[in-house]
């Protein structure tokens, strides 16, 4: 006996049909736009960036159409959109890195450099452009915009202070927040802490040497679950400021509070802690998922809030969404 169609079949089908179409005009795009590059060419700039708009677009349109797939429906979906768009997109180093994950994990201290504009470089002329998107994409332009954010909130600590800050950043990465903010003429002292021992040994010297005689860098191999489970054994200072800014993208809400936890015992008094998650807005997730099979925790905004503040000893100072809709912020300190 078959069973009589849902009411929401017919809704279902057609978001994944439009879903569908969306894909096969991403492929349009790059079909026309691809006799227009040259052999070592480039199109001009405003015809690129007219086609980086029109991608980012197709691709809000498609996040959009996602939430509302069945889940047998967004497999078909992703199969195809790869299948008709992943090859071109893999000419980005970037993308490349994120399905690949060389280094065993996702979002690990390479790619963060790569956002940051650091090579490589796509070579060919559909493939730059391509990166072009990536990079113009809302979750790599909030990844950025929180260079900015934290350096206003360290900066407000510092003047309350009459000594160079003391600032830990946990699951640091390039660490590319404090090396912008230490570029500025800022005095800290930073305690690095991540689980890749090759991401300090990458970001350690590169903060010291924006630093010079200004502050100083120590580091630490430790993950989130060592930095619970060796509570009594590892032994911190305390600190002005902690950095958690992604992190939390990748844990789920009974470890990010017992983090939060610890992290208030490791606060001086007034010190703040600064944190991010990724956005359930995020108009291009379906990009990262989709192209780059980045897969996060994407939180509202009212998940963020319960999450920093329920039950955790923080206050809020700050609670905000970034311009691209991207990033949720936090700034707190101890209750």
Do not use: K
């Amino acid at each position: 006996m078959h069973r009589p169609p849902s009411e929401s079949e017919p809704r279902s089908t057609a978001n994944a049909a439009a879903a569908h179409a969306v894909t096969d005009a991403l492929r349009r795009e790059l079909e026309t736009i691809a006799p227009r590059l040259s052999c070592g060419g480039a199109l001009d700039a405003s015809l690129a960036g007219a086609f980086v708009a029109r991608v980012l677009s197709h691709y809000a349109s498609l996040t959009r159409l996602d939430a509302q797939l069945e889940q047998d429906e967004r497999r078909a979906v992703i199969e195809h959109h790869r299948a008709l768009l992943q090859p071109s997109f893999l000419e980005v180093p970037m993308v490349q890195h994120s399905v690949e994950q060389p280094l065993g994990y996702p979002g690990d201290y390479q790619i963060v450099d790569m956002i940051f504009g650091a090579g490589p470089h796509a070579r060919s002329p559909l493939g730059r452009l391509l990166e072009r998107v990536v990079l113009e994409s809302a979750p790599s332009t909030a990844h950025r915009a929180r260079a900015p954010w934290a350096s206003g909130w360290l900066e407000r600590r510092a003047a309350q202070l009459a000594a160079p800050l003391r600032v830990m950043s946990f699951a640091c990465g390039p660490e590319r927040i404090l090396r912008a903010h230490a570029a500025g003429g800022a005095f800290m002292h930073v305690t690095l802490c991540d689980h890749d021992e090759r991401a300090l040994a990458h970001a350690g010297p590169a903060l010291q040497a924006e630093l010079g005689a200004r502050g100083s860098v120590s580091c630490r191999a430790l993950s989130a679950r060592a930095l619970l489970r060796r509570r009594e054994e590892i032994d911190f200072e305390r600190f002005d400021a902690i950095l958690v800014l992604g992190l939390f993208d990748y844990l789920r809400e009974p470890l990010v509070r017992r983090m939060l936890q610890r992290f208030q015992g490791l606060l001086r008094p007034g010190g703040i802690l600064l944190a991010s998650n990724v956005a359930a807005t995020n108009p291009h997730r379906s990009l990262m998922e989709y192209v780059g099979d980045w897969n996060v925790i994407h939180r509202s905004a009212a998940a963020f809030e319960r999450l920093m503040l329920h039950e955790t000893g923080f206050g809020a100072l700050e609670l905000a969404r970034d311009a691209t809709g991207a990033n949720l912020l936090f700034a707190g300190s101890p209750l």
